[in-house]
Every structure is written in C-alpha cells, then in structure tokens.
C-alpha cells in the first residue's frame, strides 16, 4: 500500500516519467526552491493524483509536467520523448475556467478543435456528445457570463477532451466550485476516465477528492516540496460517494490527514 | 394556476422594461427643460444683459436664423474631425502593435510618446499652421495629435493584459503565434481598444475646434471666433449647441461601431468607461 518515497509506482510501463527534478525560483529576495529533487513515474491509463499544502509546488509541477515551464535540472519525458516545448497532445483544466468570454460553450471546446485542424464537421459532433455528456445539452449556444461556475468548468474539461489526448492535467479543477457541484463533479470525471483510456495528473488539496478519484495518490511536503509518500488506492470502480463513509475509504484519507499533522500542515491545539 | 402566475410575473417585467425604457429618455429631457426654464427665468429676473447671457428663448432664434449656416459649418468641422480621427485610428494601432510585439520599439518609443503628451497640442497649433498653412490641413493633424495618445495607450494595455492561463492554455493547444493573436489576445483587447477609442473621438473635437480658433476661415470653431468679435453672443450659444451635438453624433458613431464589433455582455470590460 504504501510504498518508497521516489513514487516509481509499480514496475512495468511508464507512461509520464519525471525524472528527479529541482525547480528554483530566482526572486529579488533571494531564490526559492520550489521543487526538491521530484521523481514520479506515471503509467500509462493511471489517474494520479498530487496532494499537498499551497506553495508546495504541485502547480509548478503540473505546469513542468505540460512543457509550459522547464524544470532546473532533472528531466521530464512523456511516452518516451524528452519534453522540451509545450506539449500539446494533452488536455489542460486549471482552476479558473479560462473560456474565452467572446464564445458559446460550443466555440470554446470547438477552439481546441480548430487548432488541432480536426475537420469542422467532426469537430461539432465530438464537442457537441461531449457537452452532452456533462450534461450541458441546450447550453451549447450560451455565452460563459449566462453559465454557471460549475457550467463553465464543464465546459473547460470538454474543451480539454475534444481533441481526445491522452494525457490530462487538472490544476484543483475543482477548488472554486461550491460542495456540492463539486461532488457531481467528481463523479463526472469518474465517468470520463472510465469512458476512455486516459492518464490523468489531478492537483489537488482535496484529499478526499484525491482518495475518490485515484489510482494512487501522491502527498506532497510543504515548500520546499518533496515526495513525502505515494500511497495506492485499492478501492473497487465505480466508486461511489457514499463509499467516502465506508472504512476502507476513511481508512486512506486518515492515512493521508495524519501526514499533514505529523508535517505540521495541519495543527490541532491539544 | 401556476401558469397564471408566471404570466403575471412575466407581464411585470415586461412593464417594467417599458417603464425602464421610458424613464431613461424622460427624466434626463425633463433635467434639461428644467435648467432652461431657470435659466430663462433666471435672465428675465436679474434682467441680464444680452450680450452676457442670451435667454434660451433668444438662442433658440438664433439658431432658427443662422440653422443653414451651422449645418455648413458642422460639416466642415465634422470632416475635419474625421479626417483626424482616422488618421490617429491608422497610426495608433499599428503603433501600439509595434509597442507590444518588439520591446526594443516600446523602450524607444515610449519616453518619446508620454513626452509629446506631456507637451500641451494647443501650442503646436500655430507652428502647424506656419507649415501647413490656412486649409483642413492643420485641424486634421491637430485632431490627430490629441486624440491618437489613448488609443495606443489603450490598445497597448488591451493586448498585454489578459490572463496568464489564456496564454499558457493557447501554446498547450498548439495554436500558432497568428492564430493567438487573432483568436486569443486581439478579441480579449477589444473592449480596452473601445474604450480608447471612445476616449478618441471627444478629443478629435477638441482638436478640430482648436485648430479653427488658430488658423481658421470656416468650421464652427471659425464662427465662434467671427460671432465673439461681433458680440453676437446669441450665435455664440447657438454654436455650442451645434459643437455638443456634433461630438455626442461622433460618440454615437464610435459606440454603434462597439455594438457591431464586440460582444454586448464584453462591452466596458476594459479600461475606457461608458461615457453616455
């Protein structure tokens, strides 16, 4: 269950391999080490997750993991080739939705489209199932200021898929919406990882979004950030939310909360 | 029942709206009628002098009289406006294209720019005309020069503020530098652009009148200048009112053109405020 703290997962394929990397920030005060010495090894199909406190530098290392930033030493390679540009044979969600406001739903997912070059007609059928999928039928012609926030990150991670890539990475996908639409959220993305043979990177400081979601979970030091444990997942798909209750369950998200307190993450007065 | 309830809450908006509709032009034409009956009051109490200030009663003649004249005028004026507008429209944002895309350009230009801003254009004035002599000439470069400053500024501010994840997300998509700007950064500039642009168009007035009052022999500017001479204050109101009306025609212009262009919902999104 509980394995080395490189996180090299299990022997056999590697699908995202990031190779002990090192991310120092230069600032006017001096520098900052936001990574320290980072392994992972993704396989391929895994939906992995990273959990950690803020500034640990989960967001640097998704955005190494894209090729939108270059680590300071180490290497980073996905299905065998050394990442050096942006890549972009993956999907990308961060946070805030990010859809161009001067579009309908259908004209952001269809945006990835057109820089892919997938010929039109294809195009609007693949964003139109996929808006369908997440439950935004009727809602394809609508602007982002008349969707809700949940509406527009669903339309976001449609936007990430309609080119079908292989890998998707997600920056706290979640982090803004309210409980609720977050738990809906969650079994969506439950339903698109099953749906197609995809690898996921999630960042998260949800842990028991993490436990829910993943294939394994990676916990993550404060700054600077390490690999503290990666942790698998041994739960039957499809999960579903009342399982959060069930002990196998909380048996993970305990493992999870008490690493934060033994970090000092988290701090309870006695 | 329920449905009669909805119909009910759907007639009260729709009366509403109306209301609101109506309201919008009513109450700002009642402010006006107001201040011109106090204003008319006003002279015939204190018992005013002409000269110093004409009843509206008086205006409003004036205007009826001299109604050929101001129009000819306006035109005049009015093209002049244009022809400088355009003119700052044709410079400014292919400068401040230029400003984003080649830095070197910007840490040239820039000291250069705020400099012939901090220069007052008015006083230029009388050089242009020693150059360009007495024609439109002079009125379009004077336009130009005042009023092509915010649209570079704004464009500029327009094309680099936008948010980091747009950019970060178009390179992860593979779009070509082209297709960024055109799809990604040039739409999310265009209600900053609008707002310089509508910034712009007041100053073109300005510039137009300016260079009539220095050098002039036709335009509103030209008469203003002719009717102080002659003491005519009546026409000097008269023409005021000509002057307001052709820059808020102008402002409507450039606001229509906004509608046509960006989207409603996008509109005063940037830096430059709705101004009616």
Avoid at chain 1, 163 to 180: I, Q, T, V
Avoid at chain 2, 166 to 191: C, E, H, Q
Wanted: aromatic share 8%; charged share 20%.
């Amino acid at each position: 269950m509980t394995q080395a703290p490189t996180a090299t997962g299990n022997a056999g394929a590697v699908y995202l391999d990031i190779d002990r990397i090192t991310k120092v920030y230069s600032t006017p005060t001096g520098t900052v080490r936001a990574l320290d010495d980072v392994t992972i090894r993704q396989r391929p199909g895994e939906f992995l997750s990273i959990v950690g406190p803020s500034g640990c530098g989960k967001s640097t290392l998704l955005m190494i993991a894209a090729g939108l930033s270059s680590p300071s030493s180490g290497s980073v390679t996905a299905a065998g080739k050394a990442i050096t540009a942006p890549r972009t044979d993956i999907g990308i969600v961060f946070q805030s939705h990010v859809l161009l406001e001067w579009r309908t739903a259908l004209g952001n997912v269809l945006l990835q489209a057109e820089a892919h070059r997938i010929e039109k007609g294809e195009a609007d059928r693949r964003a139109r199932a996929l808006l369908k999928s997440v439950g935004l039928e009727g809602f394809e012609d609508k602007y982002p200021h008349e969707l809700s926030g949940g509406m527009r990150q669903r339309v976001s991670i449609c936007r990430a898929l309609v080119h079908e890539p292989k890998h998707l990475l997600m920056d706290e996908p979640f982090g803004a919406l309210d409980a609720l639409t977050r738990d809906q959220m969650i079994l969506d993305m439950q339903k698109i990882c099953r749906e197609r043979e995809i690898s996921v990177l999630l960042i998260t400081h949800s842990v028991a979004e993490a436990v829910f979601l993943s294939d394994r979970v990676i916990v993550m030091t404060p700054r600077p950030g390490k690999i503290d444990r990666a942790i698998e997942i041994d739960l039957p798909r499809p999960r579903r939310l009342i399982d959060r209750d069930s002990p196998n369950f909380t048996r993970y998200t305990r493992e999870i909360l008490e690493m934060f307190l033994a970090r000092g993450v988290l701090r309870e007065s006695p | 029942m329920s449905e009669d309830v909805e119909a009910a809450v759907e007639r009260a908006r729709r009366s509403f709206e109306r209301r609101e509709k109506f309201s919008v032009v009513f109450y700002p034409l009642l402010a006006i009628l107001i201040l011109l009956v106090i204003w008319e009051l006003f002279t015939l109490a204190f018992d005013i002098p002409e000269f110093l200030l004409p009843k509206p009663t008086v205006v409003l003649q004036s205007v009826q009289q001299n109604a050929g004249l101001i129009l000819q005028e306006s035109w005049v004026t009015a093209v002049e406006i244009i022809l400088g507008y355009l003119l700052s429209i044709a410079v400014g944002i292919p400068l401040a294209l230029a400003i984003f895309m080649w830095p070197f350009f910007s840490r040239s230009i820039y000291p250069i720019l705020v400099a012939s801003q901090a220069m007052p254009k008015v006083a230029v004035a009388p050089l242009l005309i020693v150059w360009f002599g007495f024609g439109i000439l002079p009125k379009v470069l004077i336009a130009f020069l005042i009023a092509f400053f915010p649209i570079v500024i704004n464009t500029v501010m327009g094309l680099t503020q936008i948010e980091k994840e747009k950019i970060y997300l178009a390179r992860s998509m593979g779009l070509s530098a082209v297709d960024t700007f055109f799809k990604v950064r040039l739409p999310n500039a265009m209600p900053s652009i609008f707002g310089g642009l509508k910034i712009s168009i007041t100053l073109a007035v300005v510039g137009a009148v300016v260079g009539e009052f220095v050098g002039g022999n036709a335009g509103l500017g030209y008469q203003l200048i002719v009717a102080n001479g002659a003491m005519d204050t009546p026409m000097l109101f008269a023409l005021l009112f000509g002057l307001t009306f052709l820059g808020i025609g102008m402002f409507l212009l450039v606001e229509l053109a906004e509608r046509l262009i960006v989207p409603r919902h996008m509109i005063g999104a940037g830096g430059g405020k709705e101004m009616i």
